[in-house]
């Protein structure tokens, strides 16, 4: 059973950047690899997405610009790069990994594995 566990998160100030990384144990990556986002009381947001090359990489409208996924499959982590964060950007963020069925998608009962999360909060 593979295991994932996020590291990074904090609390800064509006435009600041944070890098979160999420490591798997006891097993290698997923084909896919995401980050959701769950703010209190809401269900969680698929944030961005990379498939198994990190040649395809998808991202919520919200962030396109500002953050960045990338995948290391030797070292088994998966990074998420937030730059000019927001107030709105406050959220647990987890780390989540699927196989190749149904692909990359936005539906977070569609994947497989779960972080157990790492509070981001940015104050204005």
């Known amino acids: 059973q593979v295991q994932l566990v996020e590291s990074g998160g904090g609390a800064v100030q509006a435009g600041d950047s944070l890098r979160l990384s999420c490591a798997a144990s006891?097993?290698?990556?997923?084909?896919?690899m995401g980050w959701f986002s769950q703010a209190p009381g809401k269900d969680p947001e698929f944030v961005a997405g990379i498939n198994w090359s990190g040649g395809d990489t998808t991202y919520t409208d919200s962030v396109k610009g500002r953050f960045t996924i990338s995948r290391d499959n030797y070292m088994n982590m998966v990074h998420l790069q937030m730059n000019s964060l927001k107030p709105e950007d406050t959220a647990v963020y987890y780390c989540?990994?699927?196989?190749?069925?149904?692909?990359?998608?936005?539906?977070?009962?569609?994947?497989?594995?779960w972080g157990q999360g790492t509070q981001v909060t940015v104050s204005a």
């Open positions: 006891g097993g290698t990556l997923s084909v896919y």
């Open positions: 989540a990994g699927k196989g190749s069925v149904y692909g990359m998608t936005s539906q977070s009962r569609l994947w497989n594995y």
